[in-house]
């Protein structure tokens, strides 16, 4: 996902160093949920088969049990559906936290202010992550034989809780990734900045 590493001209740059002599810039709001939600789904269609693989290799009914190879594809439509939401939730969350906690360190940038607003993003997109990942994964060791009827038979068993189990353990997984992630993300964009004495581009 390379939202925010694009050239002068789409506005979705980071701030630079001084050197530059380029402002500092911040996504818009829109840009970020629309980019976001165009990279998420790109990347979640593209691997869905090795994502399905993975479940069916972690499931205690075995792999083989558990569809083996065949029908990789299952839960894409799921999938789908939850990638857009929950990255264009991801990424205008952590967009509009950066701006905010920036503001409120009088303007200063600190590899802190990635990690909370990435936290903070994290947060967020795991309320839409965590219940297309529910319908999804039962979906891909063959709980489920469609859409309709995962999503039905989970809220006719437990409610809206079903969609949400696991969602602490979630939460508590992808606080600690976003926050080494971005930071160090942010900080290599203005080091190659710096050194080519542009913008960076995908």
């Known amino acids: 996902q390379v939202l925010g590493s694009g050239s002068a001209r789409d506005g979705a740059g980071r701030r630079l160093p001084r050197s530059t ?13 629309i980019a976001g939600g165009c990279a998420g789904t790109t990347v979640d ?9 993975r479940t069916r290799l972690q499931s205690q009914e075995g792999f083989w049990k558990a569809g083996g190879f065949k029908g990789v594809y299952r839960g894409l439509l799921s999938a789908t559906l939850g990638s857009a939401p929950g990255a264009a939730l991801f990424f205008s969350t952590y ?3 950066k701006k905010v906690i920036r503001s409120q360190a009088g303007g200063s940038e600190h590899w802190t202010q990635h990690a909370g607003a990435s936290s903070c993003g994290e947060v967020a997109a795991c309320l839409v992550r965590v219940p297309t990942a529910v ?6 060791v063959g709980h489920y034989s469609s859409f309709t009827q995962a999503v039905s038979t989970t809220f006719r068993t437990a409610g809206i809780r079903g969609f949400y189990a696991g969602y602490g353990t979630t939460v508590a997984r992808e606080i600690p990734f976003a926050f080494i992630q971005f930071p160090i993300y942010e900080r ?4 190659w900045s ?3 004495g542009s913008e960076t581009n995908p």
Not at 45 to 53: F, K, N, Q, R, S
Not at 135 to 140: F, H
Not at 188 to 191: D, E, M, R, S, V
């Open 21 to 33: 002599g380029m402002p500092e810039k911040t996504s818009p709001f829109t840009l970020a949920l």
């Open 194 to 196: 710096a050194w080519q």
């Open 95 to 97: 967009e509009t936290m």
């Open 188 to 191: 290599f964009k203005q080091a």
């Open 45 to 53: 269609v593209a691997l869905h088969p090795l994502d399905t693989l």
């Open 135 to 140: 319908v999804t994964q039962n979906m891909q």
